[in-house]
T-cell receptor, first 112, second 114 residues
Framework: SQQGEEDPQALSIQEGENATMNCSYK?????LQWYRQNSGRGLVHLIL?????REKHSGRLRVTLDTSKKSSSLLITASRAADTASYFC????????????FGTGTKLQVIP | NAGVTQTPKFQVLKTGQSMTLQCAQD?????MSWYRQDPGMGLRLIHY???????DQGEVPNGYNVSRSTTEDFPLRLLSAAPSQTSVYFC?????????????FGEGSRLTVL
């Protein structure tokens, strides 16, 4: 079964607004990663947060991790039309590094 | 800088036919994996390999075979295609285990089984 579940499934915002996506997972993790997928393309890694970290920033991206709630959020600030894509969280189990499990994704549309 | 290369990009098969999806990476990554992506299901892990000669099953291995004879290549074989295997397939790699960092993805292979 899927390790991660994301919500919302779809999100539509105006350019310049912030976009927040959430990810919940089921078991203990070593780290959690966020990926972006443009339509018809492969996934591209955005950011990784380890289980002992609570918050991480990269440019306009901010990721938080709450291991007690088994959840993470991805915030994209000052969104641009080019941010339109699907976003996936992925978890690496603490007991088995080999399996990287993906959530179902959030489809983000940024309207110019 | 090629990264992860998948071939073919598109393929149409008839039920019962066999085929191999190719995946090659030029980054000397020891870990390679195959995922399938279906609408509303996200990506599901089919098989993975932590080095040449070592493979293991993921979440949805039935109907698929893999082998890893070299570090660079990780082909995925469908021995008898079924309509349920219609999907987009992605190959991904990363530096050796226990490195748990980012995966590098190919551009995908879109398979239709009639």
């Amino acid at each position: 079964s899927q390790q991660g579940e994301e919500d919302p499934q779809a999100l539509s915002i105006q350019e310049g607004e912030n976009a927040t996506m959430n990810c919940s997972y089921k078991t203990s993790i070593n780290n959690l990663q966020w990926y972006r997928q443009n339509s018809g393309r492969g996934l591209v890694h955005l950011i990784l947060i380890r289980s002992n970290e609570r918050e991480k920033h990269s440019g306009r991206l901010r990721v938080t991790l709450d291991t007690s709630k088994k959840s993470s959020s991805l915030l994209i600030t000052a969104s641009r039309a080019a941010d339109t894509a699907s976003y996936f969280c992925a978890t690496v189990y603490s007991g088995g590094y080999q399996k990287v499990t993906f959530g179902t994704g959030t489809k983000l549309q940024v309207i110019p | 800088n090629a990264g992860v290369t998948q071939t073919p990009k598109f393929q149409v098969l008839k039920t019962g036919q066999s085929m191999t999806l190719q995946c090659a990476q030029d980054m000397n990554h020891e870990y390679m994996s195959w995922y399938r992506q279906d609408p509303g299901m996200g990506l599901r892990l089919i098989h993975y390999s932590v080095g040449a000669g070592i493979t293991d099953q993921g979440e949805v291995p039935n109907g698929y075979n893999v082998s890893r004879s070299t570090t660079e290549d990780f082909p995925l074989r469908l021995l008898s295609a079924a309509p349920s295997q219609t999907s987009v397939y992605f190959c991904a790699s990363r530096p050796d285990s226990p490195n748990t960092g980012e995966l590098f993805f190919g551009e995908g292979s879109r398979l239709t089984v009639l």
